[in-house]
């Protein structure tokens, strides 16, 4: 190559040793300033904020806001009672999980959406307190149950089959309040027999698992034999009374959460006194039997509540009825007395009148 060609190429820049060292030092003062940090615009909510910002807090907010109304909304409706459902069951989870099976916990959702649906918040905390108190009653004295071979499968974790049994009753009246059965007049029997399916379950419940517990003494309900515990168709004494005690608290659940009334109250609490009465009699005469071989516990239940809660719609419009009747004989005896006292005030009238020409023609004939 020539050397005039060599001297034509132009070699880079040299730069002095002082100024790269400068140069090096300002890059490395450059990227260990720090980084800019976002506002908290809650600290100061009159900065501008980006669009793309303000858009995804307004969609949240009113997301919130919508879900609030549903959950807040009244009457219920089917999303209100699901979501509601979805909240509860998601916190209470670690109970559920103590007294239901997962199949159950599904059964337990649709209970609790159908009854939120039907009777709004207060009819779910009944059923909630319901399932507490069986639980911790079918819990008491677990591994002496077991070694006795009386205690429920699975550690006293129900089914479906059970949440059904359970259940059936109060669903019928919970799907003829939700289509307005009979009006808004019937109404009222619904919430009273959805109450007492629930208030003769819990006693059926807390009766069997007591007594199997603490009963000193069972005997068969047909001819009053003594028999083993956990023996179809047996009572005891321990048993009944706190069978009593659990229908009693649940039926004033019920008259707290304004349901019923203090009179549809004992209504409640009789009517499952009675169909436990007639639940023992058919687990001792056909349970287990020839021919009832279909007759399980499932089906018993289903039997048990629906008596008692065909038991309180019937003693409730019985007493309906005689109220009428008692209103009706206190008007016709007012009316009565009414009669009596406007035939009095005539003769009276009329003796008055008698007296009266009587002394007019005396004085004439004077």
């Not at 048993?239 to 008259?255: H, K, R």
Request: hydrophobic share 45%.
């Amino acid at each position: 190559m020539p050397f005039s060609t060599l001297l034509c190429i132009k070699s880079p820049p040299i730069f002095p040793l002082q100024s790269q060292h400068s140069q090096l030092s300002t890059l490395s003062r450059l990227s260990s300033k720090p980084k800019p940090k976002f506002l908290d615009h809650s600290l100061y909510p009159n900065l501008p904020r980006s669009p793309k910002m303000v858009v995804h807090v307004s969609n949240i907010q009113s997301a919130v806001s919508e879900a609030m109304s549903l959950i807040q909304s009244s009457p219920p409706t089917w999303e209100s009672s699901i979501l509601n459902n979805v909240l509860i069951f998601l916190l209470g989870s670690p109970i559920l999980v103590t007294g239901l099976s997962l199949s159950g916990i599904c059964a337990a959702f649709l209970l609790g959406t159908l009854t939120w649906r039907a009777f709004g918040p207060s009819g779910f905390l009944l059923v909630a307190t319901y399932f507490i108190i069986g639980t911790a009653a079918t819990k008491v004295k677990m591994a002496q149950k077991e070694a006795q071979g009386v205690a429920e499968k699975r550690k006293g974790r129900r089914g479906p089959g059970s949440v059904i049994g359970s259940s059936a009753a109060g669903c019928v009246c919970a799907f003829l309040s939700i289509f307005g059965a009979g009006g808004a007049a019937y109404n009222r029997l619904w919430q009273l027999g959805f109450v007492a399916s629930f208030c003769t379950k819990l006693s059926d419940t807390v009766s069997s698992e007591i007594g199997k517990a603490y009963g000193k003494t069972t005997y068969l309900v047909t001819t009053f034999k003594v028999v083993p515990r956990g023996t179809e168709g047996a009572v005891s004494v321990e048993g009944t009374l706190a069978g009593l005690l659990a229908s009693i608290i649940l039926a004033l659940v019920g008259c707290f959460m304004g349901q019923i009334d203090t009179s549809e109250a004992v209504i409640c609490v009789l009517a499952s006194q009675i169909a436990n009465l007639g639940e023992s009699i058919i687990g001792a005469e056909l349970q287990d039997k020839e021919g009832f071989r279909w007759l399980n516990n499932d089906a018993v239940n289903i039997i048990n509540i629906s008596i008692g809660s065909i038991i309180a719609v019937f003693l409730q419009q019985a007493l309906r009825t005689c109220n009428v009747i008692a209103v009706l004989m206190q008007q016709l005896v007012v009316q009565h007395q009414r009669t009596q006292i406007f035939c009095q005030f005539r003769e009276l009238k009329f003796s008055k009148m008698m007296a009266i020409c009587a002394n007019m023609l005396d004085m004439c004939k004077c």
